[in-house]
C-alpha cells in the first residue's frame, strides 16, 4: 500500500474526512475509491459514499476477496443509516465470513457490531445480544466499540432494565471520548437524553404522573396490577399475560382499570371496545363472550364480577391497579417511535421493523402525514419518511420487543 493510502486511512481512522479526501481525490484505483467512498460517507453524501464503494467493490475484483468483503461491510453500514435493510444487509453475513476466514479480525468484529445493530433496529432483542456476546471486542476499533455498548444499552432499555442501560451508556461515553469524534459524543448523548426522558404515563387512584424508565421498571417489579398500553399487556410482577394480538379484550381491561375499584357500565364498555354507540342485543351478546374470554385469559391476575351496570375487576393478589401509557398516545405511536430516531426511512423498512405487512404501515405513514406528524419525500422505492417534529416520548416502550408471557 503506498504512503498516500495509508496516510488517507488513518486520516479516516481520525474521523478526519477532508484530509483522507486530499490524497486521494484524484485517484480512481480501487483503494482509492474505497477510501474516497468512507470520507463521503463521514461527509454525509451517503447515496455518493455508495457508488464510489460500489465502484471499488468492481474494481478489486474477485482475486481480491477480502478488500471486496470490507467494501461490502462499508456498504451495509451506510444502508444502516439509509434504513435499507435489504440487499446491502444480507451480504454482511458473508462479507464476515469471508473477513474471518483471513484473519481480519478487526473488520469482522465491526461486521458482527453492524449485524447486532441491524437485529436491535428490527427487534430482535435475543439475536442482537446473542451476536454482541459472540463479537471480539479487543478487535473492535475504538468508533466501533461506542457503538457497541450503544447497541448494548439499546437492548436494555428496550427489555426496561435501567442499570444495565447507564453501564453501557457509561462505557459507550468513555469509547467515545477516546476517539475525539464530536459526532459520537453527540449519539452518546442522545442515548443518555432518552434514558433520562419521561417514558410513560402511570395513572391510578393518585392521579397521573409522568415516569422516567427508571420509576416504570421500579412500577413494573411492584405487586400493582399494571394493564400496560405500551406493550399491550395485563402484568404483575413478573407475570404478563400479553394481548397484543387481541385488541378487544386489551380495551376490556383497560376500561375496566380506569373504572376501579368500581365498575364499567355495560354501554361504557361497548363503546370504548366495540364503538357501539347505539348497542343492541347482538353487541350485548357479543359483550358477554369478549368478558368470558377475557376472564379466562386474565385468570391468574385478576377475577371479573358482573354487577347490575356491568363488570368489575377484582386484583388477585394486587394491592392496587394502575395504567400505564405512552406519555402521548397516538393510534400510529409504534412508527412514529421508530421515525424518532431522526432517520429516514422506507415504509419497506418500517414494515421489517414492526413485523407488519408493507400496506398497513403506509396507511399509518398516510394518516401521520394527513396530521402533519411525518413528510416524504423521493418517489417510488427511493420515497423515504422523516418525523416532522420530535414526538412526546422515547422510543424504548413503544419500539419492537420479544414477546412477553407469563
Not at 10 to 17: F, I, N, Q, V
Not at 94 to 119: I, P, S, V
Request: net charge positive; charged share 25%.
Amino acid at each position: 500500500m503506498d504512503s498516500l493510502i495509508t496516510a488517507a486511512a488513518r486520516a479516516l481512522a481520525a474521523g478526519e474526512p477532508l484530509a483522507a479526501l486530499k490524497r486521494v481525490a484524484l485517484r480512481d484505483d480501487a483503494p482509492a475509491l474505497a477510501l474516497r467512498g468512507l470520507a463521503m460517507a463521514q461527509l454525509g453524501d451517503l447515496a455518493r459514499a455508495r457508488e464510489l464503494l460500489r465502484a471499488a467493490t468492481r474494481a478489486f475484483g474477485p482475486k481480491e476477496p477480502v478488500a471486496r468483503a470490507r467494501c461490502q461491510v462499508a456498504e451495509a453500514e451506510i444502508a444502516l443509516v439509509l434504513r435499507d435493510l435489504g440487499r446491502p444487509m444480507q451480504m454482511l453475513d458473508t462479507a464476515r465470513t469471508m473477513l474471518e476466514a483471513h484473519g481480519d479480525r478487526t473488520n469482522a468484529a465491526h461486521a458482527g457490531y453492524l449485524d447486532a445493530r441491524r437485529l436491535l433496529l428490527i427487534g430482535r432483542l435475543d439475536q442482537a445480544e446473542r451476536m454482541l456476546d459472540g463479537l471480539d471486542t479487543d478487535a473492535l476499533p475504538p468508533t466501533s466499540r461506542a457503538g457497541y455498548w450503544l447497541v448494548a444499552a439499546g437492548i436494555a432499555m428496550r427489555r426496561i432494565r435501567t442499570q444495565p442501560a447507564k453501564a453501557a451508556i457509561d462505557q459507550a461515553a468513555r469509547a467515545a471520548r477516546e476517539t475525539g469524534i464530536p459526532s459520537l459524543a453527540v449519539e452518546v448523548d442522545r442515548a443518555s437524553q432518552a434514558l433520562a426522558a419521561p417514558a410513560a404515563r402511570l395513572t391510578g387512584r393518585n392521579g397521573e404522573q409522568l415516569l422516567p424508565l427508571a420509576e416504570v421498571e421500579a412500577v413494573l417489579a411492584s405487586d400493582a396490577l399494571i394493564v400496560d398500553a405500551c406493550r399491550n399487556a395485563v402484568r404483575a410482577g413478573p407475570t404478563v399475560i400479553p394481548l397484543v394480538s387481541r385488541p378487544v379484550l386489551f380495551a376490556l381491561a383497560r376500561v375496566l382499570a380506569e373504572a376501579w375499584p368500581g365498575d364499567a357500565a355495560r354501554e361504557t364498555l361497548l363503546i370504548r371496545a366495540f364503538g357501539a354507540r347505539h348497542a343492541d342485543e347482538s353487541h350485548r351478546a357479543r359483550l358477554r363472550v369478549e368478558i368470558g374470554r377475557l376472564r379466562v385469559a386474565i385468570r391468574p391476575l385478576a377475577g371479573l364480577t358482573a354487577t347490575k351496570r356491568g363488570f368489575a375487576l377484582e386484583p388477585r393478589d394486587a394491592g392496587s391497579v394502575a395504567i400505564l401509557l405512552p406519555p402521548e398516545e397516538d393510534d400510529h405511536a409504534e412508527v412514529l417511535a421508530l421515525l424518532a430516531d431522526g432517520e429516514a426511512w422506507s415504509s419497506s423498512a418500517l414494515a421489517l421493523a414492526l413485523g407488519v405487512s408493507s400496506r398497513t404501515v403506509q396507511r399509518a405513514l398516510d394518516a401521520l402525514a394527513e396530521g402533519g406528524k411525518v413528510e416524504s419525500f423521493g418517489r417510488g422505492r427511493a420515497c423515504r419518511w422523516i418525523a416532522r417534529k420530535e414526538p412526546g416520548f422515547p422510543t424504548s416502550l413503544l419500539l419492537p420487543a420479544p414477546t412477553i408471557t407469563g
